[in-house]
């Protein structure tokens, strides 16, 4: 394990006011969006939609890194280039989603159990052949009657820990990613106490499983009412209860959170991440980042529509997504960056 190379890369992931572009949808949850936004649903629509995203003139001015899947690192982009080239020659440092998904805990009590260890070791001495610098993990806590149980949250803090050591045993920067979901109508108090539980059990088993806190990335849900709840929160309350959250659990020695959006449109994700930095501006121990999916992708997919024709507005509705999630990560982000963008047709 090279610590050095370690820090360096967590520092550079969360570096000069910019984030990270999460694109590692599963070949089902790309499939599942594509069907929605009329695309059809085939390796060459993937292959051609992530090379869309990376071909983007600029996206290196909003992004130090992006999440790929197995299957996009292993390709070359319609010009020819592997894609962890196309984005290193934009300055964007390749990182690749190892976990195999989120399958029904034993019994089925309505939680889940990210799966993905068996063979992990291998893989990630392979993935940082083949370009990545780091890693994600995504374990998922659901908030219902009676969960998320101790048992789920043991149980997927440990693997979080387990593969976040290995990941830094082969030089690639974890990033823990353990993900209240907004399903349901819990208010944000409900949202507060379970985040608080989950990072704490998630950052007791990374101390316990030796991992480096200032050679990993924590990426966490931000802590908000339940998508149903009658009551939905203000920016500012949204920003107070997560950074109340963090600060009770995240150590100082993390160099960087980067938050995954979680179904909040973008104009949210980056309302309420401004917010934070705005409000909490050079009193933070840590970077408050993105690392979103949707929030940046969601209006570029849906104006591509699997079209050629689209590709120049789609690129430029997703570079502007992007430019508005690195002034929200500088504090300075405003709904007047959207209509500009309207304004330019
Ligand atoms: P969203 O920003 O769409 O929640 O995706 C982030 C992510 O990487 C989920 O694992």
Not at 200 to 210: I, K, Y
Not at 212 to 230: D, F, H, S, T, Y
Not at 241 to 268: I, K, N
Not at 317 to 328: K, P, Q, V
Request: with cysteine; glycine share 8%.
């Amino acid at each position: 394990m090279d610590s050095a190379r370690l820090r360096q890369t967590a520092l550079a992931m969360v570096a000069n006011h910019k984030g990270l572009l999460a694109m590692d949808e599963s070949t089902p949850t790309a499939n599942k969006r594509f069907a929605a936004a009329g695309i059809p649903q085939n390796e060459q629509t993937r292959r051609a939609y992530r090379d869309l995203i990376v071909t983007t003139a600029g996206l290196g001015r909003f992004l130090n890194g992006a999440i790929l899947v197995d299957e996009t690192l292993r390709e070359q982009t319609l010009s020819g280039k592997p894609f962890p080239k196309a984005l290193a020659e934009q300055g964007i440092i390749p990182g690749i989603k190892v976990d195999s998904g989120a399958q029904p805990m034993a019994g089925d009590p309505g939680e889940k159990l990210t799966s993905g260890l068996d063979g992990l070791r291998e893989r990630l001495a392979e993935y940082a052949k083949l370009g990545a610098r780091f890693a994600k993990w995504r374990a998922v806590i659901t908030i219902g009657p009676g969960i998320p149980t101790r048992s789920c949250l043991q149980a997927n803090a440990l693997l979080l820990a387990l593969y976040a050591a290995l990941c830094q045993e082969a030089d690639l920067v974890p990033i823990v990613e353990p993900e209240v979901l907004m399903d349901g109508d819990h208010d944000l108090a409900r949202c507060t106490e379970v985040t608080e539980l989950t990072l704490h059990t998630v950052f007791h088993h990374l101390v316990t499983q030796g991992v480096m806190l200032e050679g990993m990335i924590l990426k966490p849900n931000m802590v908000v009412p339940g998508q149903r709840a009658p009551h939905q929160n203000s920016d500012e309350e949204i920003a107070d209860a997560t950074v109340r959250t963090l600060l009770r659990t995240v150590p100082p020695a993390v160099p960087g959170v980067a938050f995954l959006s979680g179904g909040q449109s973008g104009e949210q994700a980056c309302a309420r991440l401004s917010t934070m930095n705005s409000r909490y501006r050079g009193r933070l121990p840590w970077a408050l980042t993105y690392s979103f999916a949707r929030a940046i992708q969601q209006p570029a997919m849906d104006i591509w529509h699997g079209e050629d024709a689209n590709i120049p507005a789609a690129q430029k509705a997703l570079l502007h997504r992007a430019e508005c999630a690195h002034a929200a990560r500088k504090g300075e982000y405003t709904p007047a960056m959207e209509s500009d963008q309207t304004n330019e047709g």
